[in-house]
């Protein structure tokens, strides 16, 4: 049993990074388009639409993995939202896993890449699961006493198996 806390980065692969960007550039790009619109001759009640795709991004990032936590109580899914705490008690098992475990994924709920993947997913292989995934090469799998799986991506993964498996 360990007496203390570890605290693991959220690392963002190259595939989260190019997404997000690209998320934020089109978000520009329509938000000044909507108002250049709405400010021209064009009908006034678009001004308000452009705030929609701002809105939606700002509540995205509250869902967001930002790091991951193990104490002796659990396991904390760190995010500007509310944040995950998963007691070392409800834990059946954690596993590393690699992203072929996983195979096609469908996302039900969720992000899939904006700011990580993050929500619900299911999947052949695995059924249904909830994610917290900023890099597919450090996946570790947390399968609970009650079924239900969660997938999360603290690095570095190996370590945090090991600090986890000797906390429960």
Sequence with gaps: MIQGTQRFGAQWSMSVRIITAMVILAT?????????IGTGPGPAWLNPLAFIPAGVLSITILFAPLGFTVDPIGIIVHRMGPNIYVRHAEIAAIDRIEPRQIG??????????????????????????????????????????????????PHPADAFVEYAQMAR
């Design 28 to 36: 520009i790009l329509v938000v000044g388009i909507l108002l250049r």
């Design 104 to 153: 096609l994924r469908l996302r039900l709920l969720g992000s899939g890449g904006f700011f990580g993947f993050f929500g619900s997913f299911y999947s052949r292989s695995l059924g249904r699961f909830r994610g917290y995934i900023t890099n597919r090469r450090d996946l570790v799998l947390i399968t609970l006493r009650d079924g239900n799986k969660l997938i999360v991506s």
